[in-house]
């Protein structure tokens, strides 16, 4: 009905008119997308048959962006680090290479974290990305841009990748979905830092989007061959699906408590799910939950299987320099001639201090593996469980610093490799996004998907930052 062309230039409008306002996209390739488009229009043009072309091309004239940590051909790929400022990709990496093939036009990358390691999309090379639905709060992190610019209507679908709840996090403060998929079904190369030893089983690449429809799109394009390791041709009957429901983490001393606005819409979706499906949702209390951060902790810096060290972040923040001395960094950051951010030298100086313990560590670690193993015996082939996305609403700027460790409600199930769908559940009373995670046993994105849909449909899914 619309040519791929006006599409393409309606989003390059929308991001001229917004980006000023939320700094979402760091780089652009408007004049190669209006190109592409109108390659699409012509292809479309000279076509024998639709139904060819969906089969072959299912995103075919879909405007994407893509987290600026993954490579996209011809532009920078520095995850906010200030001494690979020069570094231009020059190759695309694995999804981004199928999201093309499948048709997708990207427009341009996104903002993260530095070194995509902390929950406010903040660094030293492009600055601070605002929430749209309130500047003065934080779009998260680290996928933070990609969740800033869908929330805005500056693109259709994006790429994130999660090791902690970065496309969580994010999906959850922009009112978005985000889908974080069972570990080692999507390929992670191609980004910068991409996961070594032991982390390689915890960090996952997935979709971000507006509408749950398009995740499982997203998800089949993106996982290639590997799609064939979950279940999404298979029907979903949502009153067959076993609902359980747990309020908070059983209280952390780490953690902020959960709000009450969560709280509530979380308790409105299992009142919805038990009188329009009539199934009975079962309360748990999952006791080493409360351990959530520390087991993310241990595991995150714990050997792989050969006995090699997880990567040092301070050798990370070198990149393939001299590792960054983070307490000599924190003198040059408080007289401000420092080129990291804070949080940045602080994970560093957590890191040293995490080497101390290593008989607590490897508690921890076995404690991961059992509560693994409880989580999966408790899901099985047809359990899903609703769990808050984070203690709290978008909070405001700066402010994460105080509360660092609230990233665990998401970081958690990365290490327990579960697959994870972030579900909008419309604004609070300060007109900001609430929202509800939905986990599965392993393989079974199928039904966190299938009750995304649901849930969009029952309780309105994202909601446009202009009407509020």
């Not at 050969?306 to 320099?321: E, I, K, P, R, V």
């Not at 579960?418 to 994105?445: F, K, M, R």
Request: with cysteine; aromatic share 8%; net charge negative.
């Amino acid at each position: 009905q619309v040519k791929c062309i006006e599409v393409v230039e309606a989003y390059v409008e929308r991001i001229k008119e917004v980006n000023p306002l939320i700094n979402a996209i760091v780089k652009d390739r408007f004049e190669e997308a209006l190109q592409e488009a109108q390659q699409v229009d012509k292809l479309l043009a000279e076509s024998p048959g639709d139904d060819y072309l969906e089969e072959k091309f299912p995103l075919l004239g879909v405007p994407i962006t893509v987290k600026e940590a993954f490579s996209l051909h011809g532009m920078p790929n520095t995850s906010g680090l200030v001494s690979r400022r020069n570094v231009i990709a020059t190759s695309d990496a694995t999804v981004v290479s199928r999201l093309k093939q499948a048709g997708a036009i990207p427009l341009g990358v996104t903002n993260c974290s530095e070194l995509c390691m902390w929950y406010e999309s903040s660094n030293r090379l492009y600055g601070r990305t605002n929430n749209p639905y309130d500047l003065q709060r934080i779009v998260g992190g680290s996928s933070g841009g990609e969740g800033g610019v869908l929330a805005a209507a500056c693109s259709v679908i994006g790429v994130g990748s999660d090791i902690g709840g970065s496309i969580r996090m994010p999906a959850f403060f922009n009112g978005i979905f985000g889908h974080k998929p069972t570990t080692g079904v999507v390929p992670n190369d191609g980004q910068f830092p991409n996961a070594q030893g032991v982390r390689t089983s915890f960090l996952c690449t997935g979709p971000m989007c507006r509408y749950a429809e398009d995740l499982e799109l997203m998800l089949r394009v993106m996982a290639g061959p590997g799609v064939a390791k979950l279940k999404l041709d298979e029907k979903v009957s949502l009153e067959k699906i076993k609902f359980h429901c747990m309020d908070h983490d059983g209280g952390s001393i780490f953690v902020s408590p959960v709000d009450k606005e969560i709280l509530q819409a979380q308790k409105k979706v299992v009142e919805h799910l038990e009188s329009k499906l009539g199934v009975q949702v079962q309360r748990v209390a999952i006791h080493k939950m409360k351990y959530s951060f520390q087991i993310w902790s241990a595991m995150m810096s714990s050997k792989d299987s050969d006995g090699q060290d997880a990567q040092l972040f301070t050798d990370l923040l070198g990149d393939h320099g001299k590792p960054v001395w983070p307490l000599w960094e924190l003198m040059k950051w408080l007289v401000g001639m420092s080129s990291h951010t804070f949080p940045a030298i602080a994970l560093g100086l957590t890191e040293k201090l995490m080497k101390l313990n290593p008989g607590g560590n490897a508690k921890l670690v076995s404690m991961g593996k059992s509560l693994q193993e409880e989580m999966e015996a408790l899901l099985g082939p047809d359990g899903v469980l609703l769990y808050p996305s984070h203690p709290t609403v978008a909070p405001r700027h700066h402010s994460p610093i105080c509360m660092p460790f609230n990233f665990a409600y998401t970081a958690i199930f990365n290490v327990l490799g579960l697959p994870v769908t972030q579900c909008p559940l419309g604004l609070n009373s300060e007109g900001l996004p609430l929202g509800i995670q939905l986990v599965a046993a392993s393989y079974n994105d199928h039904l966190t998907l299938a009750v995304a849909r649901y849930l969009e449909k029952a309780f309105g899914g994202w909601v446009s930052p202009g009407e509020v």
